[in-house]
């Protein structure tokens, strides 16, 4: 019995700790969005609470924060959308086609996807200056794609292989076509797995900093990581008040995401898995 309450004790503080280190850092960017003066290194530090902070950012014209908030929804939207679509193929294909190789391919994305962004940067500056893509929406949906690719495929396979060839089979001796089959009977039996693969990917484009911070130069294409990482005020120092009302408004789209979808991405990541 001793054992056993000893054991429940450390779970729930280990539970408590994680929630708190996860929490805390997030209230304290709440806390100083609605600070009067958040200058750290000031020695009129005030902490009174203001609404300055957000209408400051939305108003101001040389924030831009609408353009970047727009600017990251449509990249990330279009790179997560490209990315389930190239993925669905691509599972569909590997699980259900017998042709040769088949098995390296996810292994040999799964490979490219561990290169570090870094190395990459110059080569693609390069393509990208080419195509007079700098500054650009192409300059990230093509990055991010290639980039989330990977995981939606490795979250679609563990779904499609599953299901059972038999369905496949039926559906040919119909008269059905392997696109039709795809559309018609695996995607609908997979929606779990496909609102997996599109949250993470946008989830990762919409957080992708170095690409963004690379291959955009104002408002028109850059996203709001970069924005808010430029933040600056008249004489050069932090706008703390700024960054972190920037910021709040910044999970706010995350945050509705996770809790709308939060059951499908819970299923999608552990159904296969399970079932397999």
């Known amino acids: 019995m001793k054992e056993e309450r000893i054991k429940k004790l450390l779970l729930f503080f280990s539970a408590a700790f994680l929630m708190l280190f996860c929490i805390i850092p997030f209230l304290w960017m709440i806390v100083v969005s609605f600070s009067k003066n958040p200058d750290f290194l000031s020695e009129q530090v005030s902490y009174f609470f203001t609404l300055n902070n957000y209408s400051e950012i939305f108003t101001s014209n040389a924030v831009h924060l609408i353009a970047y908030l727009k600017n990251s929804i449509i990249i990330s939207g279009l790179a997560a959308f490209f990315t389930t679509i190239i993925a669905s193929l691509s599972a569909y294909s590997i699980t259900r086609l017998k042709f040769p190789g088949r098995i390296i391919i996810p292994v040999f994305l799964l ?68 696109f ?57 120092q932090i706008p703390w008040g700024y960054i972190m009302a920037a910021s709040v408004i910044a999970v706010i789209p995350i945050i509705i995401i996770i809790a709308l979808f939060q059951k499908y991405i819970m299923q999608g990541l552990t159904e296969g898995a399970i079932k397999g």
């Open 180 to 236: 039709k089959i795809l559309q018609k009977i695996i995607l609908p039996v997979s929606l779990p797995g496909l609102f997996s693969a599109f949250i993470l990917s946008f989830i990762f484009s919409f957080n992708e900093f170095l690409f963004a911070l690379m291959f955009t130069i104002d408002y028109k294409a850059r996203t709001i990581p970069v924005g808010i990482a430029l933040f600056e005020g008249l004489h050069g």
């Open 111 to 178: 490979g490219v996807s561990m290169f570090p962004q870094i190395s990459l940067i110059g080569y693609l500056f390069k393509i990208l200056t080419n195509l007079n893509w700098i500054n650009t929406y192409y300059a990230l949906l093509f990055p991010y794609i290639t980039l989330s690719l990977p995981l939606a495929l490795w979250i679609l396979l563990s779904h499609f292989s599953r299901l059972s060839k038999e369905l496949d089979n039926a559906a040919l001796i119909d008269g059905a076509g392997r």
